[in-house]
């Protein structure tokens, strides 16, 4: 079945440890994105892919960069953790022009 | 302002009772807007989508479109246990690029299905 992979599902981090989530989707969208969620707080995206073409948005730290190598797979790299970093993330991908996105089951960091 | 707007809930409803969940957006430009469920614990997924003004009715589900009041929102019918989960409603803003835009969510309403 065609979808959205998310490795890994628990990934555990020290303070400061560099981390690396990865996404990678057999759906050949060529639009793919980046959520963090919170506890009971909405989805915010941090940054967005067009092919690729990179979007960053304005809020988002410089603590978070991407990598998009190729179609199908999309790296959320942090620098450098902070404990306010802890979250769920969320990669979703899209076909430009339509309306859908289609979600990754997440990440969820724990930092300790 | 914030730019998607829901009640944080919890809402709760009997099992079989009609559960009513409601939306309002600040941005005119938005053009569709989304009914994500979330588990606890899980990824959105997605019930539907709604961009003109009216009813859309999706097996128990029916999406509703006010745009003059800015307003969204989703009737869940013959409610059950299993609806039981937080509902983010989003709207799609406009970017530079043609008309695709990004979600902008709510930081989404708990439901709760009693049996």
């Known amino acids: 079945d065609a979808m959205v992979i998310q490795n890994p599902r628990y990934q555990v981090t020290q303070f400061g440890k560099p981390v690396t989530l990865s996404c990678s989707q057999t759906?050949?969208?060529?639009?793919m994105y980046w959520y963090q969620q919170k506890s009971s707080q909405a989805p915010k995206l941090l940054f967005h892919?067009?092919?690729?073409?990179?979007?960053n948005e304005a809020d988002t730290p410089d603590n978070f960069q991407s990598r998009r190598p190729n179609t199908s797979f999309c790296f959320l790299d942090i620098r450098s953790p902070g404990l306010g970093d802890a979250a769920m993330y969320l990669c979703?991908?899209?076909?430009?022009?339509?309306?859908?996105?289609?979600f990754g089951p997440g990440t969820r960091l724990t930092v300790l | 302002q914030k730019e998607v707007e829901q009640n944080s809930g919890p809402l709760s409803v009997p099992e079989g009772a009609i559960a009513s969940l409601n939306c309002t957006y600040s941005?005119?430009?938005?053009?569709?807007f989304f009914w994500y469920r979330q588990y606890s614990g899980k990824s959105p997924e997605l019930i539907m989508f709604i961009y003109s003004n009216g009813d859309k009715e999706d097996g128990r589900f029916t999406a509703q479109l006010n745009k003059a009041s800015q307003y969204v929102s989703l009737l869940i019918r013959d409610s059950q246990p299993s609806d039981s989960a937080t509902y983010l409603c989003a709207g799609r803003k406009r970017t530079f690029r043609g008309s695709q835009g990004n979600l902008i969510f709510g930081k989404g309403t708990k439901l709760s299905v009693k049996p």
């Open positions: 892919y067009y092919d690729k073409d990179f979007n």
């Open positions: 941005d005119r430009g938005s053009q569709s």
């Open positions: 759906l050949n969208h060529n639009v």
């Open positions: 979703a991908t899209s076909r430009e022009g339509e309306d859908t996105q289609y």
